[in-house]
Each structure stands twice: as structure tokens, then as C-alpha cells.
DNA sequence: CGCTCAGTTGACGTATCTCAATCTAAGTGG
DNA sequence: CCACTTAGATTGAGATACGTCAACTGAGCG
């Protein structure tokens, strides 16, 4: 046993896909030293929420969240989900309070990384800085995919691409990308396509019949990922978080 | 007649918007050094293609821009409009290449910024970092509002929205909020917003019998802002560009 | 073992799309 | 300066994908 925290950015599976990615170890302890590992926020319960002043950035370790922006009048909208070793609160930095409210769909963990730390790194290290850039870069591409969709794509076409961009974020964590639980639920997946919890359930019903998933719950098979790509619409390059 | 040439960024009506915000006097002949004036992009051409390396940030002078997300089966997404003094490329930061492609909507002239100036600024100065990271951040809020409007509103709704965004943008400008031109095609719009042309068309003329607005051709006139605000939805803070 | 909430299924309604026919504005060449 | 052309815009009639409302079922949990 090791007087380090099992939890030290070093030592983290998710490093490579991580705020850390690519910071030398010689600097990788100045994360560590100040990144504050909070006790896990419980299914339900929020991280954040809209309005709220922006004070860190999180790292999801474990679990997954989801970030909702509610509207004046009630109506809710999940802009995205994020598995780990993703980020939340890029899109605070602006105004300075999170525009959206985030919420953990399961058991979730998470690193706390002040913001005022993450700005010094920035100016101290390139690539570190190259890299953040480059997260928020392709935060700003995948919402213009995710545009497309909902501006485009038929209901199934939605599901099927959003099925895919799941199967293809665990498969960049090393786990397999035809077999994983959904983490949420029906009704969350429809807000967040822009469709009803009842579309989702009747496309679910449609594609176990064409063979296309095996679904037990939230339990998911994708015999051929080929397949499904060919009901999504060809799209290769799935829409990813927000 | 001053020998410095009239497009010099200290110069520029458009300084407070644009990239140079924040920059002190004494670091802003750095871009005036650098950044190349093009020749106007005549209406209907291409300023970049998605797909194309990703070289330069562009900052529209004057005219507008719209962002194309091309499918691979032929479908196209507009992703956004851009005008002046807004960004263009920031999505091209991280796999090094345009995912859309950038058409002028009339003659538009753009500043072009070296991405390797603009990390070389971005180590240096804290201000112009901090300002392009907003930036970016606003873009990332800016989207999720987009995808709440795509996946909650009514087509009535997302037309009043979109155009209360240009409205504010061109306030934001100093132009008049209530008075302007449409510098895109009722196609463009409808594909922006996810629906038909003809839709559109038939919201227009709705919207027109209501008084809501006056629309002659392209030229709008907004007499009741508080009104189209109240057929938006209440959505104050409307969606910008992408 | 029954309560509760998520998920499924059915019948029906409708906002928006599709197809198609004008109509209008802005050029363009004679 | 006026026919002619052409692309954009409007309008109508009919079709449909998806939503709404409502009942039912199954899974997890105390």
C-alpha cells in the first residue's frame, strides 16, 4: 500500500484521455497537489447548477452525468452526457456561472480542478494549454454534429447515431464497443434527441426485432456495429458530449 | 491620407468585438503586423472547405458568413451564421482540419489570423487568452442554447428566437435592433432551424398578419420586440452563432 | 410481497413535410 | 428600356412521422 492517493492523476486510467493528457511529469504533481477529489455525488443529486457561480472545472472519474439547461418555462433540455474522464464547465467560463446544471445519472466521482489553476497552466504550459484548446474545440464540433442531427435526421436515424457515439466513447476507454449499460433513462435519452420517452421505447421494440440491438433493461448488445452505422445514416463521426 | 493601411485592427470599428479585445495598445501591432486582409469573398464562394487544414482563424470584417456541415449522403447542416466581428475555425482546432465549410452570403471580407500567432499571443498575453478561451466558452453555450431550440421549440418559436439573435447581435453592433437586413435565403433559415423552406415562408406571412413584424423582400422591421419575445418563448437570451 | 417508477404498447391527433403550382424580384441580353 | 430568364418566395392540398393521452406491464426495492 501506497501513502499516495489512489485517486493521484498519475496513477489514473483515465490519464490519457484527461485534463493531464500530455502535461510532463514534472508538472503532473501541481495537478495533483490541488485537484480535489470529492466524495461521490449520489444518483439524482447535482454537481452544479445553472446560474451557480463558476468556480472548477470537473473531471467525471467515474460514473456518468448529465447537464441540463432549464427554461423559463418549466421545459428542460439535456444538452449532453459525460462519461468519464470527460470534462464539465467549459461553457462557464464566459459569463462566469454555469449555464447549464449538472446531474449524476448513477453513483458518479469526480476531480475538481480550480479554474484559476487550470488558467495559470495554461499560461505556463503549452501543451497543456494546446490540449485544452483542443477539448473545448471539439466540444464546439461535436455540438455542430449533434446540430446536424436534430436538424436532419429521422428519429431512428438520432437513436442509432446516438447508440453508436455511446459505443464509440466506451471504446475509447479501452472497454468494449459492443456491450455496455445505458446509464440513462428513456425519458433522457428522448429530451435529449428532441423526441418522446414513448419514440424511444417503440424504436427500441423495432430495432430488437430487426436484430439490430439486444436490449435487457438498460443492458445493450450491438451484434453489428456495421449494421446499426447503416441505420444512423453512414455517419462514421458520432456526435460526442457537451 | 495615412500610409497605414485603413483595415489596421486599432482602426477597426470592430475591435471590441473581435479578436484583438483586451489586447493593449502596445502588443496590437502584432496582429496588424501579421493578419492578412483578403480580397472580398464574392457572395455564393467559399472561404474554407470542411475537410481542408486549418491554417488561419478568420474574423469577418464585413459581410456574413454561414457554416456548412456537409453529409455524407448530400445532406447539409448550417451550422451557423457568422457576422462582423465574429470567429470562424475555432471548431478546427482539434483534428487540425475544417468540419465545415465557410460560404459567403454576399461579398464579405475577413481578416485572416495565423493559428501560430494566435497560440504565440495566447502563451504570452493572459488577456488575449482569457478573451479567445470566452470565446470559445460562448460558442459552447451558445450551441446547447441552439440544441434546446431545435429540440423543445416550435417552428414558430425557433423562427422568432433566431431572428431576435440577429437582432441582438446587430444591437450588439450598435445597429438598430428592431431594423434590418436578412442577409440569408428563407432556405437558409429553414435548414439553420431544422424545417422547410416553405414553412418558413408561411410563419413569415403569419407573423406578418399579426404584426409582429414588416418584411419586405429581405428588409425586416421589428415594431414590438417585447412581442416576438413573448411568441420566442420568453427566451431572453437568445442563440448566437457557431 | 406489494409499492412505485420506468418502460411498453395502443389509438388517435397534429405540426410539419412533401409535392406542385404560381408569383415576384432581380438581373441579362437585345 | 424592355422582353426574357432565373432563382427565390409564396401558397395550397394532401401525406406522414412523431406527439399526446392513456392503459398496461415489468423491474427494483423496502
Chains 1, 2 share one sequence.
Not at 433493461?217 to 456526435?239: E, K
Request: charged share 20%; glycine share 8%.
Amino acid at each position: 500500500m501506497t501513502l499516495r492517493p489512489t485517486q493521484a492523476c498519475d496513477q489514473c486510467t483515465l490519464r490519457q484521455l484527461c485534463l493531464p493528457m500530455g502535461l510532463p511529469d514534472t508538472e503532473l504533481w501541481q495537478l495533483d497537489e490541488i485537484v480535489q477529489q470529492r466524495r461521490p455525488i449520489e444518483k439524482g443529486s447535482t454537481l452544479f447548477s445553472m446560474g451557480s457561480p463558476f468556480e472548477y472545472l470537473y473531471a467525471v472519474r467515474t460514473g456518468t452525468m448529465k447537464t441540463v439547461l432549464m427554461g423559463d418555462d418549466g421545459t428542460e433540455q439535456i444538452t449532453g452526457f459525460a462519461l468519464a474522464g470527460e470534462l464539465l464547465g467549459l461553457d462557464a467560463i464566459h459569463q462566469g456561472s454555469h449555464p447549464v446544471t449538472a446531474i449524476a445519472l448513477e453513483s458518479t466521482s469526480v476531480c475538481a480542478v480550480p479554474w484559476s489553476l487550470v488558467e495559470d497552466l495554461s499560461g505556463r504550459l503549452p501543451t497543456f494549454r494546446q490540449h485544452l484548446m483542443g477539448v473545448m474545440s471539439r466540444g464546439l464540433a461535436s455540438e455542430e454534429n449533434l446540430h446536424a442531427l436534430l436538424g436532419q435526421r429521422s428519429a431512428e436515424q438520432r437513436l442509432a447515431t446516438f447508440l453508436l457515439s455511446l459505443s464509440q466513447r466506451h471504446h475509447a476507454r479501452g472497454l468494449a464497443a459492443d456491450r455496455f449499460i445505458l446509464p440513462m433513462s428513456r425519458a433522457d435519452i428522448a429530451n435529449h434527441l428532441g423526441l418522446t420517452q414513448e419514440t424511444i421505447s417503440r424504436l427500441f421494440t423495432q430495432m430488437r426485432r430487426q436484430g439490430l440491438i439486444e436490449l435487457h433493461t438498460r443492458d445493450l448488445y450491438i451484434p453489428d456495429l456495421d449494421a446499426l452505422r447503416t441505420t444512423a445514416g453512414v455517419s462514421t463521426s458520432a456526435a460526442s458530449s457537451a
